[in-house]
């Protein structure tokens, strides 16, 4: 199946509505929350399409793919590209140069090696710290918010990066209990670090797919990351 323009579009408005009636159920300002088109398996025509409808903020689950598509799109002004999936750090000196922010980070190693890669190139890059909330053993993340708390203190002090939230991939459930629960933990996460790191510019709770994202807004997420409701099923694409 191929992706024309009206079809995204009317996916878009739809979304763009839900995302307006749950932030304004739950009392928020729906401008606070930042809808980033997920690109993952889908291919370079898919994002142009969503370019055309006025879509600025992408996110990629691997840096080999996301270079292979984006690497002539990374200087437009008007693009934004996330990594959103796992950095290893043999993969942080493209991820230095190819994406705006990191949201996955988990292991103040990778920091580091971001931070050092960054440095080379002369920039200062946006990071989230990711948390595992569903405990799956499948998901990356640091495991414990405490963790994550105390790691974020060395994180902080490497010149290149500068923290800008946290970050959560909920559980792959039915049970919206549990993915309340989830999103509501980083919440507290985000919190918690806000006590702890008044000085850093903590603005960003990044949380939510395209099951899941009426929750986390709900939830106060300000970042959801959208795939399969914009673009259809991963399964019949049509290069």
């Not at 079809?7 to 739950?26: M, P, W």
């Not at 960054?118 to 710290?129: N, P, S």
């Not at 990044?206 to 795939?227: K, N, Q, W």
Request: with cysteine; charged share 25%; hydrophobic share 40%.
């Amino acid at each position: 199946m191929r992706l024309d323009l009206q079809t995204f579009t009317d996916n878009l408005h739809s979304v763009q509505k839900r995302i307006t009636d749950t932030a304004t159920r739950a009392g928020r300002d729906p401008a606070e929350i930042r809808l980033m088109a997920v690109t993952k398996t889908f291919p370079p025509a898919y994002i142009e399409v969503a370019r055309q409808a006025g879509l600025t903020l992408f996110g990629e689950n691997r840096v080999q793919e996301a270079q292979e598509k984006y690497q002539t799109l990374v200087t437009a002004p008007d693009l934004e590209l996330h990594l959103i999936g796992h950095l290893q750090r043999n993969k942080a000196k493209i991820a230095a140069s190819l994406f705006l922010c990191v949201q996955s980070i988990d292991k103040l190693q990778t920091a580091e090696a971001l931070n050092r890669h960054c440095a080379e190139i002369g920039r200062t890059m946006d990071i989230l710290l990711e948390l595992n909330t569903s405990g799956e053993a499948s998901k990356f993340g640091f495991n414990e918010a405490e963790e994550l708390w105390r790691v974020c203190g060395e994180i902080a002090s490497l010149d290149s990066l500068r923290i800008r939230g946290v970050m959560t991939v909920g559980p792959f459930t039915a049970d919206r209990d549990r993915i309340r629960r989830a999103f509501a933990d980083l919440r507290d996460c985000l919190d918690g670090l806000r006590s702890r790191f008044p000085e850093l510019p903590l603005d960003t709770l990044s949380m939510g797919m395209s099951g899941d994202f009426e929750i986390a807004v709900e939830e106060g997420a300000t970042c959801i990351r959208l795939g399969t409701i914009l673009f259809g099923s991963r399964g019949e694409v049509d290069e």
